[in-house]
């Protein structure tokens, strides 16, 4: 294939084909991504991994993960979903994102292959992401699912290690009505006399991967909630003992203390002789954004993207342990996410709602969300643009009341550019 010169509409171009390379993924088992992998000379052979499954906290597990290690002198690659701003923030080493030429480069080089194989999305990003981190000479790549497990593109890997964070109900029209279910899918990532971290789970959740685990034939170790003490949230981030080891993540959030733990344990588990002093460095750098982001003062406004009953959840009870004032909200959301559930986690939690999408017509019409949120009791403000949301909401906010943007990654750009807040 001829060389086409690089320029940042060609990559546009490119990133709009990858986006409509779409099937039903979770069903179609792993063969065209082990073909691919096979086209690329199977990259995933030459550094080690650890990959990580779960429902909430996946990149913020992986990005502690990733962050501890390169500050024990690791090269580490890091492969996540989805992103913010830019595509290339799925797949970086050593925190610096892949580069529009090697995009560019690797899509025209197996342009025939992944028309041939008829190669979906994920399986291209993922075989991009392997081919960029053997290129790179990493030493560790933290590798997460992008969608259940059993029959993630990822699941190709043979791990070191393998890391849980929280399992619970998302994605029940591809994943399974259950939580018995849903968690039997992500167990799917089990890997014989593999090692197994997982955070704290529920009940039937704890039983499917202990059970896993065991035909497996290996352990899977729970992380005991009660060595978390002393959490203390700040606008820039939580403090926290674990092991009774103080340490400080720049994100905010009870359960980022949690994933923090996780991260650490799974760490330790990998590499047991690791420096104490540099694990607490790696975590004092994992900055993560998008998660319960201050946007702004005077009135304040937070970002996060949480996106399911859980997630909102737990980002809900954070500012209200930041803030004891009212709570103004902006939400956007896909149209494959679970209504019922979010609606529940919702109910009677704002003074005001603003109902968005986004300006790339990927969310859910403003006025069919508010109808469906309709049916489930909650109502709402139907605002025209994102930016309308935020300056009414902004104008309604009075002194110590706290306004928070919520529900997709996909309205990040416009949230970053309407509070002129640097993203690199």
Request: hydrophobic residues 40%.
């Amino acid at each position: 294939m001829k060389s086409k010169r690089l320029n940042y509409t060609h990559l546009e171009d490119i990133l709009s084909d990858l986006y409509a390379l779409r099937r039903d993924e979770i069903k179609l088992g792993l063969e065209h991504t082990i073909q691919l992998l096979d086209a690329c000379e199977n990259p995933q052979m030459h550094f080690d991994s650890i990959h990580i499954a779960g429902t909430n906290g996946k990149g913020s597990t992986g990005k502690m993960i990733a962050s501890i290690f390169h500050q024990n002198d690791y090269s580490v690659g890091h492969y996540t979903s989805p992103h913010l701003v830019r595509f290339n923030e799925r797949i970086n080493v050593n925190n610096r994102n892949i580069s529009d030429k090697y995009i560019v480069d690797f899509m025209g080089k197996y342009e025939s292959e992944i028309s041939e194989i008829k190669a979906t999305y994920f399986e291209v990003i993922t075989a991009m992401a392997f081919s960029y981190f053997r290129d790179n000479n990493i030493d560790l790549a933290v590798i997460e699912t992008g969608l259940g497990g059993r029959l993630d593109s990822t699941n190709i890997l043979d791990p070191r290690l393998i890391v849980f964070t929280p399992i619970s109900l998302d994605h029940r029209d591809i994943l399974g009505n259950s939580i018995k279910t849903i968690a039997a899918e992500k167990a799917g990532i089990i890997k014989e006399k593999t090692p197994i971290v997982s955070s704290n789970q529920k009940n039937d959740v704890k039983k499917v991967l202990e059970e896993t685990s065991k035909r497996a034939e290996t352990n899977i170790n729970f992380i005991n909630h009660n060595l978390i003490t002393d959490i203390e949230l700040m606008d820039d981030g939580t403090h926290f003992y674990f092991k009774d080891n103080k340490y400080f993540i720049p994100i905010v959030g009870d359960f980022q203390a949690e994933n923090a733990a996780l991260a650490i344990e799974s760490s330790l588990l990998y590499r047991p002789m690791l420096d104490i002093v540099k694990i607490q460095e790696g975590l004092s750098k994992s900055y993560w954004m998008g998660r319960l982001q201050k946007m702004a003062s005077n009135p304040t406004i937070y970002y996060d993207v949480s996106h399911n009953q859980r997630g909102i959840e737990k980002t809900l009870y954070n500012l209200k342990q930041l803030y004891s004032k009212k709570i103004r909200g902006i939400i956007a959301l896909k149209g494959d996410k679970e209504l019922d559930l979010i609606c529940h986690a919702i109910e009677n939690k704002f003074e005001s709602l603003w109902i968005v999408s986004d300006k790339n017509n990927l969310l859910m019409n403003e006025t069919d969300l508010l109808k469906e949120m309709q049916s489930y009791g909650i109502e709402g403000i139907v605002a025209s643009s994102l930016e309308r949301a935020i300056m009414e909401c902004m104008d309604e906010l009075t002194d110590g009341e706290i306004g928070l943007i919520f529900g997709s990654h996909y309205i990040a750009s416009e949230v970053f550019d309407y509070f002129q807040f640097p993203f690199d």
